[in-house]
């Protein structure tokens, strides 16, 4: 059965987000709140784990996955540069819904990226997934927690009706803003190519850099 982690008068957020990444430590997977919709974690450097996702959601693995980080400092590790575009973007645009593809180092499972050498990373500028994240201390994965094909979910009951027997908890931090995903731009194109307009509108990005 699906344990509910929820903050109330009795259990703090720095509690139940503490529960959440012992559940990731241990391989599980839970869904949680980000500034879009409820998104599905795991420890981003447990194969094992990361597989789960692709089962839960009925994920064609020719799908890469991104996460997020609580820090740039933990964006190094994980990426073979950081082009002078993405850093403008990241001063702009970080925490908030943009993810930026990088070209992956050899630290990133193959499976996240589906083989395309590339890795999709944002700072979520929503608190409780930033607090997962920095309490995780790893990647935690990104990926929309619904079905493949079914309606994104932006609040806890929407993602319980849908696969809630599939996971091992649910962080509910009640509804999110909902609407559209995070804007995913590549920079490792020249010039960067938006691969999917979401919250964060093109024209916003196209007042920075050139975009394609």
Not at 33 to 55: C, H, M, Q, S, W
Not at 172 to 186: F, H, L, N, P, V
């Amino acid at each position: 059965m699906t344990e509910i982690l929820k903050a109330d008068g009795n259990i703090s957020e720095e509690m139940v987000s503490s529960q959440a990444v012992e559940i990731l430590t241990q391989g599980g997977i839970i869904a949680y709140p980000t500034e879009t919709f409820y998104g599905l974690g795991v420890d981003g450097t447990n194969e094992k784990a990361i597989r789960k996702i692709f089962t839960v959601k009925g994920r064609n693995f020719s799908n890469p996955i991104s996460v997020i980080i609580d820090k740039l400092e933990n964006l190094y590790p994980l990426v073979r540069e950081v082009p002078a575009c993405a850093q403008k973007l990241i001063d702009v645009f970080w925490p908030g819904a943009l993810t930026i593809v990088f070209r992956a180092s050899n630290e990133i499972p193959s499976i996240l990226t589906a083989g395309s050498a590339k890795i999709g990373v944002r700072i979520s500028s929503h608190h409780t997934a930033m607090l997962i994240a920095r309490k995780l201390g790893r990647p935690l994965t990104a990926t929309s927690a619904n079905l493949t094909g079914g309606k994104e979910c932006a609040s806890a009951p929407e993602v319980i009706r849908q696969i809630g027997a599939k996971i091992d908890a649910l962080v509910d931090a009640g509804t999110t803003a909902g609407g559209k995903g995070s804007t995913i731009i590549d920079v490792t194109s020249n010039p960067p190519q938006i691969l999917r307009e979401g919250m964060i509108q093109r024209i916003f990005i196209e007042s920075w850099i050139d975009v394609q």
